[in-house]
């Protein structure tokens, strides 16, 4: 009878050890110590975030002779009355200071109103006495420095008390939102247990692992272009609302998608098939059940293969064969990557962004200029870098600097090692370009019934650069979307490198200092005399 009897559970401390950060979620190492005697135990682990997804929870150990026989994540209810006393307690006192603050604010209100009634009054009896030789100008002006002296005084005491309500009330707020978010609360506590048998009495250790949701990062980065090379900081900006904070505790990042779901994805079956007219409501109401279901689904059946993966068995062996885990800067796992940071980090559970740097790269840099002068007559500085580095860039925010000083933002794509990647650096004044119309001519003699109008561009291109450089300039010719509308490039010096279907021509030109490069092209575009066409500049 004694035998059938649950096992006492034991509660056991284990505080966080370890945090890897995902994309969108992140996993939790908790380790922690216990003595032991010889034979089964249920080990307790508590107050744990309602984020914890109960499939990811794992746990391992160390001990002579230790062996897990299972694990399993429960909800334990439990009170929280006291807490919400407690916080309903603070937030009162809170309140009662603000009260106290807007009394002396009043008082400050009362004194200032006295100080306006005394300087019109003593204004009023001043000019009298003035006025009867009865008092003398320094009197009224003592009087006026007084009232002034005294009101200013009042005007920076109001003002303390101003900032300290306002400080107050920030407080009061967030001291509402947890009573309120507590009080919303089921009374339920998440906990793991872990059921252990000790071969012996002594320590033993145990590490659980559980994935909360919650959690997150995204890289940042900064691109300082020097002399002959970029540098790029590469950041990672982690936030975090799991429901516990981490403590200060080794952190790494992983570049890994964590599945939410074990199903590979699989094909359906892809159909096409005839319009089908729909039936008129009065034929449909006189067809049977069975043969409107069967005109409704024609041609739609859609294979519906299910998969679903088994979850592996548990087994832990003998802590005395338990692998080691080897830990490194930078793991590479498949097509995931793990950054782990140097220093170890705290991030509270209130979705305040914390910056860690990742690395901080030296990359070689191809430079060159891109304009469209059509959209604006500038020259952008354009960096063609190759990512050396062992790191994966993430897609993000990327801020541009040219030396010290701040020339915008860009987006950065995925860029794996070895892997080439362009942005822009900022424009660059010291090359000058303009476009200007040269002809427009609609021709007064018809071929036919056809009305032909010329155009004629110049883009003129003028380095100022103390060195050689390249330069891409891309315009574009109208694209007729109508058969009789015919678009055709007359004439272009020099010839464009590219000339594409939707009419995109690119030149490149070599531009040595100081040196000035033109660039002229003519086109024509013929339609019937009777034809409007729109779109033209």
Same mark, same amino acid.
């Given at each position: ?39 089964? *135990? ?10 914890? #997804? ?64 005394? &300087? ?7 000019? %009298? ?22 009101? =200013? ?5 109001? *003002? ?123 034929? !449909?109401?006189? +067809? ?7 005109? =409704?689904?024609?041609? +739609?059946? !859609? ?7 088994? %979850?592996?068995?548990?087994? +832990? ?9 080897? #830990?490194?800067?930078? =793991? ?34 191809? +430079? ?33 600097? *040219? ?12 860029? !794996? ?6 942005? #822009? ?6 090359? &000058?370009?303009? &476009?200007?119309?040269? %002809? ?98």
């Amino acid at each position: 009878m004694l035998k059938d009897m649950p096992m006492p559970a034991t509660p056991l401390e284990a505080p966080i050890g370890a945090v890897t950060v995902f994309i969108n979620l992140a996993r939790i190492t908790r380790r922690g110590r216990i003595m032991l005697e010889a034979g089964e *135990h249920t080990l307790v682990i508590g107050q744990l975030p309602d984020t914890l #997804q109960e499939e990811s929870v794992r746990a391992s150990g160390r001990g002579e002779g230790l062996k897990i026989l299972g694990v399993e994540a429960k909800t334990e209810f439990t009170t929280v009355v006291a807490d919400v006393n407690e916080l309903i307690a603070h937030l009162e006192a809170l309140q009662d200071s603000d009260r106290l603050l807007l009394q002396q604010d009043e008082v400050q209100k009362h004194r200032l109103e006295f100080l306006k009634t005394l &300087r019109e009054q003593g204004a009023l009896n001043f000019a %009298k006495t003035l006025a009867y030789s009865e008092a003398q100008l320094k009197d009224a002006t003592g009087f006026a420095a007084y009232v002034a002296e005294q009101t =200013e005084t009042i005007h920076a005491e109001r *003002h303390k008390i101003q900032q300290a309500r306002r400080t107050l009330e920030k407080e009061i707020k967030v001291q509402q939102a947890r009573i309120a978010r507590r009080s919303s609360q089921t009374n339920a506590e998440r906990t793991v247990q872990v059921s252990v048998l000790a071969g012996q009495a002594g320590e033993i250790e145990l590490e659980i692992e559980y994935v909360v949701q919650g959690a997150w990062w995204t890289p940042l980065y900064d691109v300082r272009l020097g002399d002959n090379d970029v540098t790029l900081t590469y950041l990672a900006e982690i936030r975090q609302t799991s429901g516990e904070d981490w403590p200060p505790v080794p952190l790494a990042l992983s570049t890994a998608k964590p599945a939410t779901s074990a199903r590979l994805p699989e094909l359906e079956a892809w159909y096409v098939d005839a319009l089908r007219p729909p039936i008129p409501a009065a034929r !449909a109401a006189r +067809l049977p059940m069975q043969t409107k279901a069967a005109f =409704e689904n024609e041609g +739609l059946a !859609a294979a519906d293969a299910e998969y679903e993966a088994d %979850k592996p068995a548990f087994a +832990l062996p003998d802590a005395a064969s338990q692998a080691e885990i080897a #830990q490194a800067t930078i =793991e590479a796992s498949g097509a995931s990557v793990t950054y782990r940071v140097e220093k170890p980090v705290s991030v509270p559970a209130d979705g305040t962004p914390y910056k860690a740097t990742v690395t901080v790269q030296r990359l070689a840099v191809k +430079l060159d200029y891109l304009s469209v002068p059509k959209l604006a007559e500038e020259a952008y500085l354009r960096a063609t870098i190759t990512n050396t580095s062992d790191y994966l860039l993430l897609p993000g925010s990327a801020a541009i600097y *040219h030396g010290a000083d701040f020339v915008g933002k860009t987006q950065l794509d995925l860029t !794996a090692p070895n892997e080439e990647f362009q942005t #822009q650096l900022g424009v660059d004044d010291r090359v &000058r370009i303009t &476009r200007e119309l040269l %002809k427009r001519d609609v021709g007064k003699t018809l071929i036919g019934n056809t009305r032909r109008t010329a155009f004629s561009y110049k883009i003129s291109v003028h380095s100022l650069l103390p060195h050689a450089t390249k330069i891409s300039v891309s315009d574009h010719l109208p694209v007729s979307r109508h058969e009789q509308i015919k678009v055709k490039l007359s004439d272009a010096t020099p010839e464009p490198a590219q000339h594409n279907d939707l009419n995109i021509l690119q030149w490149t030109l070599d531009l040595n200092p100081q040196h000035k490069r033109e660039i002229i092209y003519s086109f024509t575009v013929e339609h019937p005399r009777e034809m409007t066409v729109i779109g033209l500049d």
